[in-house]
């Protein structure tokens, strides 16, 4: 069992940044890679950003690159996703997510990020 616990989120304003964590614990040798997703209000969950944990290999979703950088500390088990250049349509709940190996995948409960002025 893979547990996520995220932290970081909340109101900020057009053009601003925040950075979000997701902390690991439980079977964490267990874990390929890990990841954020989004869900706005009235839509359906999309992928953000995932980064492997051995290697450090990263891909995003066309809308977010060049302003998000997803970044992991091995030595936290923790993931980050720091966000710049903050848009009203980044507004959203965001979920780390953690992949393994035979192990199913796992979500954390979610942190609200809402860009507005």
């Known amino acids: 069992q893979v547990q996520l616990v995220e932290s970081g989120g909340g109101l900020v304003q057009p053009g601003g940044s925040v950075r979000l964590s997701c902390a690991a614990s439980?079977?964490?040798?267990?874990?390929?890679?890990m990841g954020w997703y989004r869900q706005a209000l009235g839509k359906q969950r999309e992928f953000v950003a995932t980064?492997?944990?051995?290697?450090?290999?990263?891909d995003y979703v066309d809308s977010v690159k060049g302003r998000f950088t997803i970044s992991r500390d091995n030595a936290k088990n923790t993931v980050y996703l720091e966000m710049n250049s903050l848009k009203p349509e980044d507004t959203a709940v965001y979920y780390c997510?953690?992949?393994?190996?035979?192990?199913?995948?796992?979500w954390g409960q979610g942190t609200q990020v809402t860009v507005s002025s």
């Open positions: 980064i492997t944990l051995v290697g450090g290999n990263t």
């Open positions: 439980g079977t964490i040798f267990s874990i390929y890679y």
């Open positions: 997510t953690a992949v393994t190996l035979g192990d199913g995948n796992y």
